[in-house]
């Protein structure tokens, strides 16, 4: 059976399973900038709105700004990290709810500035995958590995992402979270990926970059978690339920047998 190499460990699968965003593509290149913009067109209402935001602007979706004002991070264990976009626009919408605009109103308009924040994001298409990513994924087609996707945001979107990337023909399942019931950490995305790859949980691992992701693989029963961090020190505060961490995806080898 083939497998992954990490470290001294040899994980034999058959099946693996990526989260998206921070684990395929770069997170922050490609929702640093429209998670600034966002925030900025929010800023803009309310202050039209002749309302000033009752909380520190970092303090919304999790982003750090250096000292010039410009993103520089986000928060892993944060809604921008791990909430869908259902969840986001929600929190958002409460910041206008909160400067006395009726609810139903507050969510279309999030919505309809999200709109406006996306059109750079498709203009720039700022999916760029991470160092070693395309390397790994020849090596696990070339063992006979089934490559699937777990992912918060939605289907439709991530199959665009992926051919930005050029990296589409790898996966043999694409689940969003619009094609469940329960989003992460459920583990019914996990359970329907491994049905469309024939692959069992057993012999199945997943890579991801949140703790959600860890606890999915955890509560689907399947051979391991790993996730990818900056660095093992800063992973080992948020990652808690890894089997492994890695530093990318120089770390792993793919063994053919």
Not at 168 to 194: H, Q, W
Not at 208 to 228: H, K, V, Y
């Amino acid at each position: 059976m083939p497998g992954i190499t990490i470290a001294d460990t040899t994980l034999s699968c058959w099946g693996i399973l990526f989260d998206k965003d921070g684990t395929l593509l770069n997170f922050m290149d490609m929702w640093g900038t429209w998670a600034d913009k966002l925030v900025q067109l929010i800023e803009g209402q309310l202050s039209i709105m002749k309302a000033a935001p009752r909380e520190n602007v970092t303090d919304w979706l999790g982003l750090v700004y250096n000292k010039q004002g410009i993103v520089i991070g986000y928060d892993k264990t944060g809604p921008l990290a791990m909430g869908t976009e259902e969840e986001v626009t929600a929190l958002l919408a409460w910041r206008f709810y909160n400067a006395g605009m009726p609810w139903n109103e507050a969510v279309v308009k999030v919505r309809e500035l999200n709109a406006l924040a996306m059109i750079e994001v498709e203009r720039c298409r700022p999916a760029h995958p991470l160092p070693g990513l395309h390397d790994f994924l020849v090596s696990c087609s070339r063992a006979g590995i089934a490559l699937g996707i777990v992912t918060s945001d939605t289907t439709a979107e991530t199959l665009k992402h992926l051919e930005w990337m050029g990296l589409r023909n790898y996966f043999c399942s694409i689940v969003g979270r619009d094609r469940v019931g329960k989003g992460k950490p459920d583990p019914e995305m996990v359970t329907l990926a491994l049905r469309e790859m024939r692959t069992s949980t057993e012999e199945c691992i997943l890579i991801g970059d949140s703790n959600g992701d860890m606890i999915m693989a955890r509560r689907a029963g399947l051979r391991a978690a790993i996730g990818i961090a900056g660095d093992i020190a800063s992973g080992e505060e948020y990652l808690l339920d890894a089997d492994y961490i890695v530093t990318g995806y120089s770390d792993m080898i793919v063994q053919l047998t």
